[in-house]
């Protein structure tokens, strides 16, 4: 037992689920993409359930084979969370958006506008996005790794420069004296670097929370722990291991305090792929119905996890004890432990491959327990502030996380029985902050 809470949040994606035939579901209208309707049920539903916020992933491209599978992304996730933002009155509101492809006064504009409509519920996840489909549909090659750094550099502190522009208490309104703005409190910035630039003032007040919260995701390399120590309240991570994610979790805190920030001030977010379901062969039932045709593919991937070459024709069974004992799971790939752990069970390797064992995050399938008993492990092992969700199909497996083992969470202490704030910030438990950090010096790459 703790005194201190976990924060859950959830990704949004495309109406369907994180499962590639997530669409396919009988449950499931197929035409979900283009439904704000079903995105705002299911916001309202984790809204229930107390997450801290929605997060809408964000890759601007049609990247994949989708002649069967969906899009992955939601149509657009500036104008989808507005309009999720009207409909509901606690959960956080995160889009991603690209310093790589964005100007740093739309970002600064668009995300502050989100944060006032919402009554301070919005976030920014600041990414440097690398990937050339989405560069080819701005029509620009992929910048280098330090110039793609040093523009996230530069709109981060015009963004947090232009949020501040307006002064706390610029905004008189005073019907009787006929002053509107004291305009000495709304003033330009002036900032140009040597890539992107603006001048401001922007003409936003601040909400609510002051100003968005802004968040880190991906790999903890040197460029990105210098943006996120600087700028982010939350870091999220793709780790597959208590260990890693509590080494991981040090290196972001480290980050914040090497910029002259509390180590406290960033929460570290692990991912987690839910499938809720009343048994684990249930589950992985349900899993290996809505993964598709994939799961066949990733055979070799698993092979090479696990140190030896698989055959097709051991799909439905597990791996022999001379196999087991021969097994060497790859260095350069942390899923490779998880995975052989999963095997040594003794499931098929179909089965080992249904519980995740190659997907983007760790992965738990069956009753409520499981997927509590995960959570608090890594909770209370101190390798995460919070967990950010993806489940498996948005139409029944949001409400069953939240009817099935939020109720469990909330038993063991170890999760909020009520929201703590209607801000973002408050749900979070991090600071409050109004233009750019005064303890924050400094803004080029290290
Ligand atoms: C949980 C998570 C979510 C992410 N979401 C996005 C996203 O929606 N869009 C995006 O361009 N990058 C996203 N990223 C970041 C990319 O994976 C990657 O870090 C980024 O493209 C920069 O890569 P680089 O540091 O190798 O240049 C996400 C990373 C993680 C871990």
Request: no cysteine.
């Amino acid at each position: 037992m703790t005194d201190k809470h976990m924060i859950l949040g959830m990704a949004l994606t495309d109406g369907y689920g994180v499962l590639k035939n997530a669409w396919r579901a009988p449950q499931v209208d197929p035409g979900n993409y283009t439904s704000i309707e079903a995105n705002i049920r299911y916001a309202q539903s984790a809204e229930r359930g107390r997450f801290a916020f929605l997060f809408a992933l964000d890759f601007a491209a049609v990247r994949a084979d989708v002649e069967h599978t969906y899009l992955g992304n939601i149509i657009e996730p500036m104008i989808g969370l507005a309009a999720i933002s009207q409909a509901t009155s606690h959960i956080g509101l995160v889009a991603t958006g690209s310093t790589t492809f964005q100007e740093p006064f739309n970002h600064a504009r668009q995300f502050k506008a989100l944060d006032v409509l919402s009554h301070g519920r919005a976030g920014w996840n600041a990414v440097t996005t690398s990937d050339p489909a989405v560069a080819a549909n701005y029509g620009k090659p992929v910048a280098g790794r330090a110039e793609r750094y040093q523009r996230a550099h530069e709109s981060l502190q015009i963004v947090e420069a232009l949020w501040g522009s307006w002064e706390k208490d610029a905004w008189i309104k005073d019907q009787q004296t006929g002053r509107f703005i004291d305009s000495s409190k709304l003033q330009p910035i002036n900032l140009h670097g040597e890539h992107v630039g603006s001048r401001g003032p922007l003409g936003i007040p601040p909400s609510e929370q002051g100003q968005p919260v802004i968040f880190s995701s991906g790999g903890p390399s040197p460029h990105l722990l210098s943006i996120a120590g600087r700028h982010a309240s939350v870091f999220i991570a793709e780790v597959w291991s208590i260990e890693q994610a509590r080494a991981q979790r040090e290196l972001v805190r480290r980050a914040a305090q090497d910029a002259g920030r509390d180590p406290d001030d960033i929460k570290y977010f692990a991912g987690l792929m839910t499938t809720v379901a009343p048994s684990v062969r249930e589950g992985l039932d349900r899993r290996i119905t809505y993964i598709g045709e994939t799961l066949e593919a990733q055979l070799p991937h698993l092979g090479s996890l696990l140190g030896m070459p698989l055959d097709r024709t051991q799909l439905d069974r597990p791996l022999t004890p001379g196999q087991l004992s021969a097994a060497r799971p790859s260095p350069m790939d942390p899923r490779s432990e998880p995975a052989l752990k999963i095997a040594q069970h003794g499931w098929s390797l179909r089965d080992v491959l249904a519980h995740g064992a190659i997907d983007y995050h760790p992965v738990t399938v069956g009753p409520p327990s499981v997927h509590a008993d995960h959570l608090q492990e890594w909770f209370e092992a101190g390798a995460v502030d919070g967990f950010w969700l993806l489940p498996d199909i948005y139409e029944d497996g949001v409400d069953a996380f939240v009817d099935e083992v939020v109720p469990l969470l909330v038993q063991r202490g170890i999760y909020p029985a009520e929201y703590a704030g209607k801000t973002l910030r408050e749900n979070l438990g991090v600071p409050e902050q109004y233009g750019p950090d005064p303890r924050v010096t400094g803004g080029t790459q290290d």
